[in-house]
């Protein structure tokens, strides 16, 4: 039978409970009530009861001395009936402290925050508290809140002291961007710190730790109304969470969703299951799952940027467009960078070759339409022709699908240009950023010198839709197809006097999603600098993230750092939109380094080179002849074992990218190491002059989801493909081969499920053996077993040698259907010599190495684009 306290707890229903002073010198007992029968103990004294009521935050006493069972049910149906919203408070007469439970494998027990049986924090204080989610998706979950004495509109509230657990995060480095830190205390977590993956060992009693199941906890820091959390630590090595409005005039004294857990054995379902339970709680954002994905990221592209900067032309367009084309890689989407708009400048000199930086900010936008440049086509008095020309020049001379221009996401780097003619009913005023804290004790921008002097045209936030509208519509009217979206983050700086940060933002944001969503209907945009979680949780459609800072093509420190912070922080962004890598340039030192990344990181691939700077051969290993790519299926992330090691500065540690395609899976290896972020000198340096060769080894398990891809049926065994090297290898299962490499240096390692078509016939497809992600191009496999006889058994008494050497004089056990997209040097594994291949139904020469089991055969540049052929290999 029920005790009078679980009556009383299933009477009142689902509450949430916050943590608060204690009553009369005895220390609260607070109590989830989601589960109200699993977390009551029964208590050997009467308890008291105090009811709060969260509208008027007053402390209104029930019953201020021991009381019987009888009254416990009135004064239950007196709360439960009551039209104000009370937090139940149950306040123990002896020091008999239980425990406060939110799910069952996430609790607050005796000041330890403990996780499937490990204690992730110790000394949590009494405002902190966890809070159920709510619904079957979040039972391994739970939030955590704080409250403080008085409101402000910042607090920063200690969460508990971490020790001795390695973690990795990523945290803004400065205003626009994230980077990865490793650490393994409470003083190792930067400011800033937007996600937190803690690595434990689940505490089962009489389990020796190093045989004990490794549990997987994230932190994601997120947005109450007006507020926005992030965590940080201190030289105590505690946890803390900075709350912040970014407005003076908007306090709070509590939030009781400041961050999200989730525990679990995978780290990557971890991850994409806190996503997607904050999802359904917020319902401010979706997962990437549910976007659409704009077409140009099939396809190679070029971008003005690197090429010409801000001295971009109608002419230099055309040029970049014929020089890549001629080469046999032809871009079939088009960014036209900055450098097209109508702007006025206040600073007295603008750089010419590259933009200096903190420069941009003294310009302000003077109209939506292009510029002069854009309106001749290089001749004296010719009549202007206009950003139409150029957009059906680009598609109808040289077959570019998407063209993309760029705007920033104030309209321009110093905003818009107060009542510019044209453009008053936009009600622009100047405003003057504030940085957060936590942004100024990493790397403050130098871009605010120059907005602290000039201020930023800011457009009403109630007229931005009509902004973006007009002059996306203009945009679409000239052929345009999408925007990259740039310099996001400075609206964050522009809070004061509207509602804060979150608030500011969020209307930013969802303007220029309907804007976009009524004038591109690919959902053209790619967003850029922008990496807050005010815009990240905001982002119901934008599909494609700018995943880190910008590729800087005369920076030497800046390359391995590229590699190693795209691939950490799309632990984080992955699970909102598609990562992009940026452009690189093929005629670079490091230009293979770059895009053997991009190959298998699942992203858009296209570069920046000046007409007539290009490396083709690098481009045909990324490029098909149609100008589409063969982009892997998921954001490329870290591999297990690289998620809590550092590629970057630990001397030790390689980095492994790991991807699927539809019937393989791919492995990029990488040295990072020697450079980074330095938080001594607040920029990205070289640490390390000359990092050693690392030596480490890969595994099909590397892969996350290789089972998914081979199918119920598969035993474990795969052969390796090693792009660089071009060794192929049969790995049983559980079995690795060795990789080393030099700083700069990489290889790719193509996975591929072996299937068992009889005891004595294996086979796998690899790919286009001359293309980086060379499993991209498979698309289908099918095998057709030649008759109801088992297979194996047709030439059991012959010996696999003999066999081989037969040749076509064996009966066929099976015929294996491929569809294969692209052209060039496809490969595959077969324990034995195939008797017949085919492509696209007729005969067709191949090669067979018998000590490896390689077969190759050439498919022929198909006349279609996208075409897919039909192969077909008899076994």
């Excluded at 006097?497 to 945009?525: I, M």
């Excluded at 996975?751 to 191009?777: E, R, T, V, Y």
């Excluded at 058994?793 to 004089?809: I, K, M, P, Q, R």
């Excluded at 067709?844 to 897919?868: I, K, N």
């Amino acid at each position: 039978m029920d005790s009078p306290l679980v009556k009383i707890l299933n009477h009142i229903g689902h509450q949430t409970c916050s943590t608060y002073n204690t009553y009369q010198g005895i220390k609260p007992h607070f109590l989830s009530l989601s589960h109200p029968r699993a977390l009551l103990r029964e208590q050997s004294v009467p308890p008291r009861i105090l009811l709060l009521s969260s509208r008027e935050k007053k402390r209104k006493t029930l019953l201020a001395k021991p009381f019987r069972s009888s009254e416990l049910e009135s004064r239950a149906s007196f709360s439960a009936s009551s039209k104000r919203a009370f937090i139940i408070v149950i306040i123990v007469t002896k020091c008999k402290i239980a425990t406060m439970t939110v799910t069952p494998k996430i609790s607050i027990n005796d000041g330890n925050l403990v996780v499937h049986g490990k204690t992730i924090l110790t000394g949590v204080p009494d405002s902190i508290v966890l809070n159920p989610g709510s619904g079957a998706g979040l039972l391994a979950g739970a939030f955590i809140g704080a409250t403080a004495s008085h409101s402000k509109s910042l607090h920063v509230f200690p969460v508990g002291v971490l020790e001795g657990l390695r973690f990795v995060c990523c945290f803004r480095f400065k205003l626009w961007w994230m980077t990865q830190r490793m650490g393994k205390c409470g003083k190792d977590i930067p400011l800033e710190t937007q996600f937190m993956l803690v690595e434990s060992r689940k505490g089962d009693e009489g389990v020796d730790q190093d045989d004990a199941q490794t549990i997987y906890t994230v932190f994601l820091p997120l947005l109450e109304g007006q507020f926005r959390a992030v965590l940080q630590g201190n030289d105590r090595n505690e946890m803390e969470i900075c709350l912040e409005s970014g407005d003076s005039a908007v306090e709070t004294n509590q939030g009781l969703k400041l961050v999200y857990m989730h525990a679990g054995t995978n780290p990557f379902e971890v991850i994409n299951q806190a996503v997607k339970d904050v999802e359904k709680y917020m319902q401010t954002f979706l997962h990437r799952e549910k976007k659409k994905l704009p077409s140009f990221l099939d396809w190679f592209g070029w971008c003005t940027w690197d090429a010409f900067y801000t001295d971009v032309t109608a002419e230099g367009v055309e040029e970049g467009l014929e020089s890549l084309s001629e080469g046999g890689t032809p871009p079939r989407f088009l960014i036209i960078d900055d450098g097209w708009q109508q702007i006025e400048t206040k600073a007295k000199e603008e750089a010419k070759v590259v933009v200096q930086e903190g420069a941009q900010f003294a310009s302000r936008l003077t109209g939506i339409k292009e510029n002069s440049k854009f309106q001749k086509n290089g001749e004296k008095n010719e009549q202007a022709i206009g950003l139409k020309h150029v957009v059906d020049d680009a598609k109808q001379c040289h077959d570019v699908k998407y063209v993309y221009v760029w705007h920033a996401l104030a309209g321009y780097w110093g905003g818009v240009k107060p009542a510019a003619t044209g453009m008053e009913h936009y009600d622009t005023a100047l405003a003057y950023p504030v940085q957060s804290p936590g942004v100024i004790g990493n790397q403050p921008d130098v871009a605010m010198d120059s907005l602290s002097v000039h201020g930023l045209g800011l457009v009403h936030p109630k007229k931005v839709f009509n902004f973006y509208n007009e002059l996306h519509a203009y945009l679409a009217s000239c052929g345009v197809d999408g925007v990259k979206v740039d310099v996001q983050n400075i609206i964050e700086t522009l809070g004061a006097g509207h509602g804060g940060r979150v608030s500011l933002t969020r209307s930013y944001n969802q303007a220029l999603e309907a804007s976009v969503a009524r004038n591109f209907p690919d959902n053209g945009c790619i967003a850029c600098m922008c990496h807050n979680t005010d815009a990240i949780y905001s982002a119901k459609q934008t599909a494609v993230v700018r995943a880190s800072d910008d590729f800087y093509p005369r920076d030497p420190a800046s390359h391995t750092i590229h590699i190693s912070s795209v691939a950490y922080n799309t632990l984080f962004l992955g699970e909102f939109m598609q990562p992009d890598w940026d452009m690189f340039h093929s005629l670079h030192p490091a230009a293979e380094y770059h895009g053997a990344a991009r190959a298998i990181g699942g992203c858009a691939i296209y570069v920046s080179d000046k007409p007539g700077n290009h490396n083709f051969d690098l481009l045909k290993k990324l490029v098909l002849p149609d100008g589409s790519v063969l982009r892997a299926q998921l954001p490329g992330r870290p591999t297990l074992d690289s998620l809590f090691a550092d590629p970057a500065r630990d001397g030790t540690s390689l980095l492994k990218i790991w991807n699927v395609n539809k019937c393989t899976g791919v492995v990029g290896v990488f040295n990072c190491q020697g450079a980074g972020w330095c938080k001594i000198e607040k920029k990205t340096r070289i640490h390390d002059q000359t990092p050693g060769t690392l030596t480490g080894s890969v595994c099909a398990s590397d892969v996350d989801c290789i089972a998914q891809v081979a199918g119920a049926k598969w035993n474990g065994e795969t052969v390796v493909y090693a792009y660089k090297s071009g060794e192929l290898v049969r790995l049983p299962k559980g079995a690795s081969v060795p990789v080393t490499l030099k700083v700069l240096e990489y290889e790719l390692f193509h996975f591929c499920p072996i299937d068992d078509i009889a005891s004595d016939i294996s086979f796998a497809p690899i790919g286009l053996l001359d293309m980086f992600n060379a499993g991209g191009a498979m698309e289908q496999v099918e095998i057709h077993m030649t008759s109801d006889k088992a297979p194996g058994h047709c030439d059991g008494e012959v010996s696999s040698e003999l066999a081989t050497s037969l040749g076509e004089n064996r009966p066929p056990t099976a015929t294996i259907s491929l569809r294969v997209r692209g052209c060039g040097r496809f490969g595959a594994y077969s324990s034995k010599r195939p008797l017949k291949c085919t492509v696209g139904n007729a005969g067709t020469d191949f090669d067979y190495d018998s000590a490896t089991g390689l077969l190759t055969l050439t498919l022929p540049v198909p006349g279609e684009e996208m075409y897919r052929w039909p192969v077909e290999i008899q076994v």
